[in-house]
């Protein structure tokens, strides 16, 4: 993850990583470089503060800039990081961290205020960057600077980014939890930066191996009501899925490792979206069901009002659809306003998806197994469906406080029932009668 990030900063410094998309839909733009010093500059603090590289972390925080500066702070520092559920009560949050405590220590909680505390400063993008990790690190002013003190908190910190990259493996332990069941007690998904990168380049890959020139051939060279396609390879993801989510997660991962940028949005607001979508250039975006049938809705009233309109949804290279079962009838309706979607299955368990494909008139529930993964069906029925068993480069190795089922040969056994033919998989409910599409 980091080896990756501080190629991404080496290659274009001053180029937007993310841009925050706030309540009242102001915005803040984070370069690589900024974002680089906050990170390493936060993972000092946390260092001074006694969190230990292997130690836990918790973050329990909505989408915001300080999610995505602990993320890479805790990658700088070689510290395990914890996904709490932000919309938990407190009551659960506290019985997650109980059990947590039961597998190792966990240094730190950080919730909003914590954030603030700590890491509230980067929003302050107007002041010098020397200024802003100094205020992170709580440093004394120095009675001797070198290049001036600001000068020298700027120095000393990319040489700690630049050390703790040297260092960095995408090492096997785990790395990132997920606890984030909404009742009961949650089963703790751990996951090494080697699974989390390997299932998204696997996603990134599947993705990009689409005819991207024929598609963009297709589109009109603009309008007052459409963009002008992106040129080729960019790529602007629109982050609306919590990332204390796997699916919100690792939509950061995928942008890091695919050097694309990020729209991140503390809520999601179906007009705001739809409008960077044609506004911004906003390429890739990821939703769940009820997501999509808000974009539906607005986009379906907009049309109503303007005949002559062309759908926003159209503008997108891909939407992916990240809910395990799929609505026939949201399927219907986005293919009246010809949106390119992908359908998509996977878990925490596995990363994020293992399986991927571009919904088409020919689509007919089968998703394409992304490269490097391996399926069985086991104790399969006369039907051929039978319980999935997965793996791959993001499948985990076990939970941390439950028994996870595994084949004798290591695969992983998701719960599921499916039917698997050639590279395809079939997920039991996913076999909807789609009708004819308009899409090119």
Not at 211 to 240: E, H, I, K, N, Y
Request: proline fraction near 4%; charge should be neutral.
């Amino acid at each position: 993850m980091i080896d990756a990030f501080e190629t991404d900063v080496r290659i274009d410094p001053d180029a937007v990583f993310f841009t925050f998309v706030d309540e009242a839909g102001t915005e803040t733009a984070y370069t690589y470089r900024y974002t680089r010093l906050v990170a390493a500059a936060l993972a000092r603090r946390l260092a001074s503060m006694g969190v230990r590289e292997g130690q836990m972390l918790a973050v329990d925080l909505p989408n915001c800039p300080e999610f995505i500066f602990f993320t890479l702070a805790c990658a700088y520092g070689g510290i395990t990081m914890v996904a709490l559920n932000h919309r938990l009560s407190a009551t659960e949050k506290q019985a997650r961290m109980l059990d947590l405590g039961r597998h190792g220590r966990v240094a730190c909680q950080v919730d909003e205020d914590r954030a603030r505390q700590l890491v509230g400063a980067a929003r302050q993008v107007q002041r010098s960057v020397g200024e802003v990790i100094a205020a992170i690190m709580g440093t004394p002013r120095r009675e001797r600077a070198i290049m001036g003190e600001h000068a020298d908190h700027v120095h000393d910190t990319v040489h700690f980014a630049e050390r703790a990259a040297h260092l960095f493996a995408n090492s096997v332990q785990p790395q990132v939890i997920f606890a984030s069941g909404s009742s009961g007690r949650a089963k703790q998904v751990p996951l090494s930066w080697m699974q989390l990168s390997g299932a998204s380049r696997a996603l990134n890959e599947a993705l990009a191996g689409e005819d991207m020139v024929a598609w963009q051939d297709s589109l009109p060279l603009g309008t007052a009501s459409s963009p002008l396609p992106p040129r080729p390879g960019r790529v602007l993801w629109q982050l609306c899925i919590p990332l204390y989510n796997i699916d919100g997660f690792q939509t950061l991962v995928r942008a890091v490792y695919g050097m694309h940028s990020l729209r991140l949005y503390a809520r999601f607001d179906a007009e705001q979206v739809l409008y960077d979508a044609r506004v911004k250039g906003a390429t890739h975006i990821g939703v769940r069901d009820r997501m999509m049938q808000d974009l539906l809705t607005v986009e379906e009233w907009r049309c109503d009002l303007d005949p002559e309109a062309r759908s926003r949804l159209a503008a997108y290279r891909c939407i992916l659809l990240c809910n395990r079962t799929l609505n026939p009838l949201t399927l219907d309706r986005a293919s009246d306003l010809d949106a390119r979607m992908f359908a998509s299955y996977g878990m925490a368990e596995t990363a994020g998806p293992i399986a991927c494909t571009r919904i088409t008139p020919a689509f007919r529930g089968g998703m394409r197994l992304l490269k490097g993964y391996e399926v069985r069906i086991v104790d399969a029925q006369p039907t051929g469906f039978g319980q999935l068993a997965v793996r791959g480069p993001g499948v985990f190795d076990g939970y941390l406080n439950a028994n996870a089922a595994f084949t004798v040969d290591r695969y992983f056994m998701t719960g599921d029932a499916a039917v698997a033919y050639d590279d395809l998989i079939f997920i039991d409910g996913r076999s909807v009668n789609i009708p004819l599409f308009r899409m090119q």
